[in-house]
């Protein structure tokens, strides 16, 4: 039998992250610059795993990466499979942890790649279904806009419990991805807006909803080709995250240097309290400069990608 191989990108949330929680839209980008790569391959007894995180048999895996080892199983499971008879190599570029949807990715790439190691046909209801057993466990309750943005080569428009669509994107625009090098705790983040939504406050109900018509400002704004607008609306969007409780200093810093360094709009990108920022570039030239900025003001790494043109990369 040879080698079998499963990929899955990253993801970037350009808005409405947390809301989606709630029921509002949200639009996420896929970003294609970092992956996962499953490969599997036939080996005698128990199923041994090799990854950066972990090197071992499946039944030793640590508590916190739980949720691979069940995606292995369950994938097993649904395709009528013992989980043994193979070793599988998880190799990530996605920092763990960072909203960039790793935990999603890792999971649709051991799904392609068992369904290939098997030679089974998998259809994309059976690859949701089983990465969003995998997500619950690292998230909680996750909307499921990261599973679909993983999935997706285009921008789409997310609401909870629908299909997502393709969002109809005029001008291309370049997008800056600074990572603060420190891991957000998606799930602590969500389970705190939730606390905060039962409790008391009518603000966090309205930062909510703020966000949700924030995105479809946004799309409308992507629709028109109007970045400027565009940028608006990022900036926007951060201050609603700000007032949720999901920014933090360190998000906060990047976001000003964003700002000082004339990119048209920048916010916290994904599950937040550490993590990424996304800012929009004016041009090229400009990404990089924004590039080169964060850096400089402490940032861990940089991205810089071109969204919407005729010769982008999805
Ligand atoms: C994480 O990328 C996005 C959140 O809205 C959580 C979710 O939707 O599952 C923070």
Partial sequence: QQLAIGS?????ILVGEH?????????ALPFPSIHVKSIVQPNEGPVLLESSFYVGPLNS????LKGIATCIKQTCKKLNREPNGFRMHIKSTIPIGRGLGSSAAIATAVVRSLYHFFNEPLSKDDLLELVHMAET?????????DMEAVTSDAPIWFEKDKRSKKVDIKQAFHIV?????RIGDTHAAVSSIKE????ITDQTKYSIKSLGHLTKEAKRALKDGDLDALGDILNRAQ???????????????LVKVARQAGALGAKLTGGGRGGCIIALAKHAVHAKKLAERFLHAGADQTWHF???????QY
């Fill in 306 to 312: 071109q969204i919407g043109s005729d010769e982008n």
């Fill in 19 to 27: 809301a989606v929680v709630y029921g509002e839209p949200a639009i």
């Fill in 137 to 145: 466990y690292a998230h909680g309750s996750p909307s499921g806009i």
């Fill in 196 to 199: 905060k939504y039962k409790s």
């Fill in 8 to 12: 899955a990108h990253s993801k970037l």
């Fill in 239 to 253: 201050d609603e995250l700000v007032h949720l409780g999901v920014s933090d200093a360190g998000i906060d810093y």
């Fill in 177 to 181: 991805v600074a990572d603060t090098g």
């Fill in 61 to 64: 895996i640590p508590e916190k």
